[in-house]
């Protein structure tokens, strides 16, 4: 399977633990996101890498979430001192960078299946 | 900023009847619009795009949606609803314009139920 993948599918969790979460992209693929889907809403978006870099984070990113990309492959987002607050389904996506440079990206996403966190 | 609505919590159709589920955005510039299913469990899979040219735009599982520039709006459509087409759709958005806002924005989302 070459879509995106992520780990673990499930978390359950005591308030106030540390969670991390892992997320392989597409191989070609270099900008990768993070969203946060809870229950009968919408996926809201929380950050986002080119390649390694990250280059933006929605303000839903509190201080007790971090995001890291380091060599521009898979990503790890941790919820440090998790809250009941937290629990969601967490889910990444990836996309390719236009095929001419200079031309914009249709923004297209491919979605893994998420990381369900239940804090308990 | 850029906004989606999706104006329904749920559509009911019985199998066999079109079905229309509703979206309207606000963005500062223009749009590349999509639409996305989710079944129970599942991640999002991409139904269909729009992002230049005809405004009708066909996609997967002969879904197709029409773009409306004037009352900014994406609609999803089908002719004729199967049961396997019950799910949770969303629509999305994104600025054309480089704001440096890369991500799509998504709609709350609207359950399609399918009745035999």
């Known amino acids: 399977d070459t879509g995106v993948s992520q780990d673990p599918r499930h978390k359950i969790t005591k308030r106030g633990q540390n969670v991390t979460f892992r997320c392989d992209p597409i191989s070609e693929h270099n900008r990768l996101y993070w969203y946060r889907q809870t229950l009968g809403q919408g996926p809201e978006f929380l950050t986002y890498f080119q390649n390694e870099a990250q280059l933006e984070k929605s303000r839903l990113l509190s201080d007790r979430f971090s995001a890291e990309r380091p060599k521009g492959s898979f990503s790890t987002l941790e919820i440090q001192r998790t809250e009941q607050g937290d629990s969601a389904m967490y889910l990444c996506a990836s996309s390719p960078l236009p095929v001419r440079q200079g031309a914009r990206s249709t923004g297209e996403l491919f979605f893994g299946e998420g990381s369900r966190l239940t804090v308990l | 900023a850029q906004s989606v609505a999706q104006p329904e919590d749920q559509v009911n159709v019985a199998e066999g009847n079109p079905l229309t589920v509703k979206c309207t955005y606000s963005v500062s510039g223009n749009p590349y619009l999509f639409w996305y299913v989710q079944y129970p469990n599942r991640g999002l899979q991409f139904l269909l795009k729009y992002i230049t040219g005809d405004n009708l735009v066909k996609g997967s599982y002969g879904f197709e949606a029409e773009f409306n520039k004037s009352q900014t709006s994406f609609h999803l459509k089908k002719p004729s609803a199967l049961v396997s087409d019950s799910a949770l759709y969303f629509c999305?958005?994104?600025?054309?314009?480089?704001?440096?806002?890369?991500?799509?924005?998504f709609g709350s989302g609207t359950r399609l139920q399918v009745q035999p």
């Open positions: 999305a958005v994104r600025d054309i314009v480089d704001t440096g806002r890369r991500a799509l924005t």
